[in-house]
C-alpha cells in the first residue's frame, strides 16, 4: 500500500475514499502497514484492532456510512472503553479487562464511519504530562525519539504526529490534550466541559475530565469535534444544547475585531525564551489580522495549580476507589484462605503505580475529617476565584490566550522522579479545567531548539467555535499545517 495515505490529513483522506480514487480499507490498510514500521519505536499504541478497523472500513466501503470523516483513521485513548476491545487505561490493574460495552462517542464516531485503528498509550489513568506514568513503557516524541510526546494522551499525539493516524482523541483533566498537542505540533481541544459525553470515559476527575479532537489541522480537529459532540442522556454532567458551530468556525478564520486578552500571569521566569518569542510573535500576527489585542489579568490563576492537585487527587481517591479486585481485570492474592479485604490490598498494592498511589493518598488526606476544610474546601473556594477571574476576563474580551506550556518537549527521564517539575507542565493548562471552558492548543512555529511551540487560546463555556476561529486564522499565517513535514526521523 502506498505510504502517502498516512500523510494525508483527514479532510484530503475523506475526500478520495469519497472520490473512489481510493479504498477505505486501502487507507486502513496503509495504516497500519505504518503502525506495524513504527510502533515498536514509538509505542504509541498498546493495543491494535486490525480486525475492527478493517470491518469498519468495509461497511465505509460498502456505502453503509456516510459523512465528512467517512473511513478516516482513528487512534483511540486507551481511557475510553471499546466493547471487546482490551482497555486498561494504562493500568497493570486493568489487564485483561474486555469492556461489555462502548463509550458514547466511539458510537458516535462509528456512524461517522471513522475507523478506530487501536487503543493509544497514556500514563495510569491519565495521571501524568508524559506518559512516563504508563505501565506499559513510555510512548516517544516522532520529532525527537529521546524526548516526551507529552501526556497523558502522549499516545494519541505521538500516532497523530508520527503519521499513524490522521486523528485522535485525548482526555484532558488538567491538560492532557493541550500539552501533548503543544509538544508534538499537532492540534488539540478540550471542548466545554459537558459539551462532548463522558459516558464510557473511565473516571480520573469527574468534575474536570472532557474528551476531545487531535489533529494535524484546526479544520480536522474541528470536524471530529462536531462528530463527538452533543448532549447524552445516559451522562448526567452533559450539556443540552447546540453544539457551537467548530466547523464554520475553523472554514471562517476571520478574527478582525475580535477581542484577544494576552495572560499577564503567564509570561517571565520559567518560560523558555524560544517559547515566548514564538509566543509573542503569534499574538503580533493575530493583531496583524485585525484582532484587538490587550493584556488581561487574571491574579487567581496562579493558585490554579495548588488547587488542582488537591480537587483532582481527591476525586481520583474516590474514583479509583472501585477497583477492588471483585469487578475488574486484575486479581492477586486470591489463595482459596485470604479475605476479601486482603485480596484487594494486595491486587491494588501490584496493579497501582507509584503516582496513582501518590494521588490517591493526597486525595484520601485532603478529604479527611479535620483536613477537608483546610484542603479540598479551600480549594473549591479557589475554583470559584478562578471561574471569575474567566467570567471577569469575558466581559471585556472574546478570548484568552498564552503559551500551552512553559517548555518545548523534555526529555524522557527529565522530570519522572520529581513530581513538581513534572505538574509545572500544565501550569497554563489547567485554569480552563477548573473553570469548564473550551481551550485548544495549536502550533505557532518551533522553538531555538527546533522543537514545537502550542499556541493556548481560551474561550467562554459553550463559545468553542471561537477557539477554531483563532487557531484557524494562526495556522493560515504560519502554514503550521505543514508543521510536521519535518517529522522525517522515522
Ligand atoms: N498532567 C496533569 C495530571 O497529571 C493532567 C492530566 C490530565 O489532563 N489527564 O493530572
Given at each position: 500500500?502506498?505510504?502517502?495515505?498516512?500523510?494525508?490529513?483527514?479532510?484530503?483522506?475523506?475526500?478520495?475514499?469519497?472520490?473512489?480514487?481510493?479504498?477505505?480499507?486501502?487507507?486502513?490498510?496503509?495504516?497500519?502497514?505504518?503502525?506495524?514500521?513504527?510502533?515498536?519505536?514509538?509505542?504509541?499504541?498498546?493495543?491494535?484492532?486490525?480486525?475492527?478497523?478493517?470491518?469498519?472500513?468495509?461497511?465505509?466501503?460498502?456505502?453503509?456510512?456516510?459523512?465528512?470523516?467517512?473511513?478516516?483513521?482513528?487512534?483511540?485513548?486507551?481511557?475510553?472503553?471499546?466493547?471487546?476491545?482490551?482497555?486498561?487505561?494504562?493500568?497493570?490493574?486493568?489487564?485483561?479487562?474486555?469492556?461489555?460495552?462502548?463509550?458514547?462517542?466511539?458510537?458516535?464516531?462509528?456512524?461517522?464511519?471513522?475507523?478506530?485503528?487501536?487503543?493509544?498509550?497514556?500514563?495510569?489513568?491519565?495521571?501524568?504530562?508524559?506518559?512516563?506514568?504508563?505501565?506499559?513503557?513510555?510512548?516517544?516524541?516522532?520529532?525527537?525519539?529521546?524526548?516526551?510526546?507529552?501526556?497523558?494522551?502522549?499516545?494519541?499525539?505521538?500516532?497523530?504526529?508520527?503519521?499513524?493516524?490522521?486523528?485522535?482523541?485525548?482526555?484532558?483533566?488538567?491538560?492532557?490534550?493541550?500539552?501533548?498537542?503543544?509538544?508534538?505540533?499537532?492540534?488539540?481541544?478540550?471542548?466545554?466541559?459537558?459539551?462532548?459525553?463522558?459516558?464510557?470515559?473511565?473516571?480520573?476527575?469527574?468534575?474536570?475530565?472532557?474528551?476531545?479532537?487531535?489533529?494535524r489541522t484546526v479544520l480536522d480537529a474541528?470536524?471530529?469535534?462536531?462528530?463527538?459532540?452533543?448532549?447524552?442522556?445516559?451522562?448526567?454532567?452533559?450539556?443540552?444544547?447546540?453544539?457551537?458551530?467548530?466547523?464554520?468556525?475553523?472554514?471562517?478564520?476571520?478574527?478582525?475585531?475580535?477581542?484577544?486578552?494576552?495572560?499577564?500571569?503567564?509570561?517571565?521566569?520559567?518560560?523558555?525564551?524560544?517559547?515566548?518569542?514564538?509566543?509573542?510573535?503569534?499574538?503580533?500576527?493575530?493583531?496583524?489580522?485585525?484582532?484587538?489585542?490587550?493584556?488581561?489579568?487574571?491574579?487567581?490563576?496562579?493558585?490554579?495549580?495548588?488547587?488542582?492537585?488537591?480537587?483532582?487527587?481527591?476525586?481520583?481517591?474516590?474514583?479509583?476507589?472501585?477497583?477492588?479486585?471483585?469487578?475488574?481485570?486484575?486479581?492477586?492474592?486470591?489463595?482459596?484462605?485470604?479475605?476479601?479485604?486482603?485480596?484487594?490490598?494486595?491486587?491494588?498494592?501490584?496493579?497501582?503505580?507509584?503516582?496513582?498511589?501518590?494521588?490517591?493518598?493526597?486525595?484520601?488526606?485532603?478529604?479527611?475529617?479535620?483536613?477537608?476544610?483546610?484542603?479540598?474546601?479551600?480549594?473549591?473556594?479557589?475554583?470559584?476565584?478562578?471561574?471569575?477571574?474567566?467570567?471577569?476576563?469575558?466581559?471585556?474580551?472574546?478570548?484568552?490566550?498564552?503559551?500551552?506550556?512553559?517548555?518545548?518537549?523534555?526529555?524522557?527521564?527529565?522530570?519522572?522522579?520529581?513530581?513538581?517539575?513534572?505538574?509545572?507542565?500544565?501550569?497554563?493548562?489547567?485554569?480552563?479545567?477548573?473553570?469548564?471552558?473550551?481551550?485548544?492548543?495549536?502550533?505557532?512555529?518551533?522553538?531555538?531548539?527546533?522543537?514545537?511551540?502550542?499556541?493556548?487560546?481560551?474561550a467562554p463555556v459553550l463559545a468553542d467555535?471561537?477557539?477554531?476561529?483563532?487557531?484557524?486564522?494562526?495556522?493560515?499565517?504560519?502554514?503550521?499545517?505543514?508543521?510536521?513535514?519535518?517529522?522525517?526521523?522515522?
Amino acid at each position: 500500500m502506498t505510504p502517502e495515505l498516512t500523510r494525508l490529513t483527514a479532510v484530503e483522506t475523506a475526500a478520495k475514499i469519497a472520490a473512489r480514487e481510493v479504498t477505505a480499507v486501502e487507507v486502513a490498510q496503509a495504516h497500519l502497514d505504518r503502525i506495524a514500521e513504527v510502533n515498536g519505536t514509538l509505542n504509541a499504541f498498546l493495543h491494535i484492532d486490525t480486525d475492527g478497523a478493517l470491518t469498519q472500513a468495509k461497511r465505509v466501503d460498502a456505502g453503509e456510512v456516510e459523512g465528512p470523516l467517512a473511513g478516516v483513521p482513528l487512534a483511540l485513548k486507551d481511557v475510553i472503553v471499546t466493547r471487546n476491545v482490551p482497555t486498561t487505561a494504562g493500568s497493570k490493574i486493568l489487564e485483561g479487562w474486555i469492556p461489555p460495552y462502548d463509550a458514547t462517542i466511539v458510537e458516535r464516531m462509528r456512524d461517522a464511519g471513522i475507523v478506530v485503528l487501536g487503543k493509544t498509550n497514556m500514563d495510569e489513568f491519565a495521571m501524568g504530562s508524559s506518559t512516563e506514568h504508563s505501565a506499559y513503557g513510555a510512548a516517544h516524541n516522532p520529532w525527537d525519539l529521546e524526548r516526551t510526546p507529552g501526556g497523558s494522551g502522549g499516545g494519541s499525539s505521538a500516532a497523530v504526529a508520527g503519521f499513524l493516524a490522521p486523528l485522535g482523541i485525548g482526555t484532558d483533566t488538567g491538560g492532557s490534550i493541550r500539552q501533548p498537542a503543544a509538544v508534538t505540533g499537532t492540534v488539540g481541544t478540550k471542548p466545554t466541559y459537558g459539551g462532548v459525553s463522558r459516558y464510557g470515559l473511565i473516571a480520573f476527575s469527574s468534575s474536570l475530565d472532557q474528551a476531545g479532537p487531535c489533529a494535524r489541522t484546526v479544520l480536522d480537529a474541528a470536524l471530529l469535534h462536531a462528530v463527538i459532540a452533543g448532549h447524552d442522556p445516559r451522562d448526567s454532567t452533559s450539556i443540552d444544547a447546540d453544539v457551537p458551530p467548530v466547523v464554520d468556525a475553523a472554514r471562517d478564520g476571520d478574527v478582525s475585531g475580535m477581542r484577544v486578552g494576552v495572560v499577564k500571569e503567564f509570561a517571565g521566569e520559567g518560560y523558555q525564551d524560544g517559547v515566548t518569542v514564538r509566543f509573542e510573535e503569534a499574538v503580533a500576527t493575530l493583531a496583524g489580522l485585525g484582532a484587538d489585542v490587550v493584556e488581561v489579568s487574571c491574579p487567581h490563576f496562579d493558585y490554579a495549580l495548588a488547587a488542582y492537585y488537591l480537587i483532582a487527587p481527591s476525586e481520583a481517591s474516590s474514583n479509583l476507589a472501585r477497583y477492588d479486585a471483585m469487578r475488574y481485570g486484575l486479581r492477586v492474592g486470591d489463595d482459596g484462605d485470604a479475605s476479601a479485604e486482603e485480596v484487594m490490598a494486595a491486587t491494588r498494592a501490584a496493579g497501582f503505580g507509584a503516582e496513582v498511589k501518590r494521588r490517591i493518598m493526597l486525595g484520601t488526606y485532603a478529604l479527611s475529617a479535620g483536613y477537608y476544610d483546610a484542603y479540598y474546601g479551600q480549594a473549591q473556594k479557589v475554583r470559584t476565584l478562578i471561574t471569575r477571574d474567566f467570567e471577569n476576563a469575558f466581559t471585556t474580551v472574546d478570548v484568552l490566550v498564552s503559551p500551552t506550556t512553559p517548555t518545548t518537549a523534555f526529555k524522557l527521564g527529565e522530570r519522572v522522579d520529581d513530581p513538581l517539575a513534572m505538574y509545572l507542565a500544565d501550569l497554563c493548562t489547567i485554569p480552563s479545567n477548573l473553570y469548564g471552558g473550551p481551550a485548544m492548543s495549536v502550533p505557532c512555529g518551533l522553538s531555538d531548539d527546533g522543537l514545537p511551540v502550542g499556541f493556548q487560546v481560551m474561550a467562554p463555556v459553550l463559545a468553542d467555535d471561537r477557539l477554531y476561529r483563532v487557531g484557524a486564522a494562526l495556522e493560515r499565517a504560519t502554514g503550521s499545517d505543514r508543521l510536521l513535514e519535518q517529522v522525517t526521523n522515522l
